[in-house]
């Protein structure tokens, strides 16, 4: 155990609160609930799923996520948060046109044992110890690069209000540290979205839908279709970013543990027509970076910040998402971009630091996950993983080998 992990170990919750990690705890959730809860709406709609199956969805993964990263930040004292995997709810807007919801719940609980099993058995830690850091940092810096130029499309289709928006972001950030700009960034945006006319609280809908329980249905050719790639994805691409994100930042993330959690999640939100949750890779790239501030023993509180907002967003979703409909689109891909910011710089300075080994493996991983293709039903950031590591073995095959050795 390093030094770190032994100053962490002894932390006490209340002790620790700083306005740093609060602020950058509230904006991984903006990050999270404002950003991508519109990819489960959308997947859901073009997928023909009942409005309260979809409401259910969104429930279930943000309320169970939110209590799995409380879990974890608060015993582990490391800034692991908890949510849902982006590329398994933007995979099953088709896949789910494929199977009736019952199979597709079924696929979802395999799906969770999968990824418990990889967790128990130990599996896990040895794949991760496969993959050189630099890849890892490649394929996260590459899959979350749409959300940098997001900024761009952001203020392109809406340039009076994602302008200012990305303006009130430097300004803050000029007047104060102690503050995540995003915060006040996003307050005058939403401002301006109201007072410019472009939300209107007369479209809101005040009708609470929960939790909806479905019966799982086992067939194996949803099991292969679903199950498979779900767990491939929350371990290759959530649970693979978070990981490295927190070796990156000098932490020793309990690898074993959080692959259990994340098996345990999907289980449970299977229930409810949730296909995971698990733990959330770019917002615990957000409570681990240095917006959680300069005490790293401290950014725990960011991810147990973030996980107590998201478990209340997810509870009250049908209410949350109803707003969040008023919001702009733009606006929203604007703060998106701007809350990944720090982490995109990080990311790439880890994976591209000069005289560093595997440089040409991360380059190709990190193209291949910008591209976002999809091959047999899987998205790019596996792909990522899987391309660097053969690239990585013929070109830096000796300090490959000697990684595996240690």
Known sequence: MNTLSMTMAKRRLWDDFTAENISAG?????????????????????????????????????????????YLAYTTKQPIAGAWSIPVGVMMAETLKLFPIEQAVGAYFIAGILVLLLGVSGLITRIIKFIPEPI????????????GTGIITGVANLPLIAGLTVASYFVAGRMTKKISPIIPAFGVGLLLSFALGHSSLDAFDATYKGLTVVMPEFDLGAIIAISIPIAILVIGAENAQATGVLMGEGYEPPVRKMTIMSGIGGMVTSLFCGPNANIAGPMTAISASDTAGP???????????????????GWFSSYAINFLKLVPVPLIMTIAGLAMVNVLLSSMQAAFQAGKAFQIAAFFAFIIALSGVSFLGITAPFWSLVGGVVIALSTDTKAFMERLSK
């Open 26 to 70: 509230i904006l991984a959730a903006i990050f999270g609930c404002v950003a991508t809860s519109f990819i489960i709406i959308n997947s859901g709609t073009e997928a023909g799923l009942p409005e309260a199956y979809i409401s259910s969805w969104l429930t279930a993964v943000w309320f169970f996520g939110g209590i799995l990263g409380v």
């Open 136 to 147: 890892i940092m490649a394929m996260i810096a590459g899959a979350l690069m749409r959300f």
């Open 295 to 313: 005490e790293k023993d401290k950014r725990y509180v960011a991810a147990f910040v973030c996980g107590v907002i998201c478990l209340t967003f």
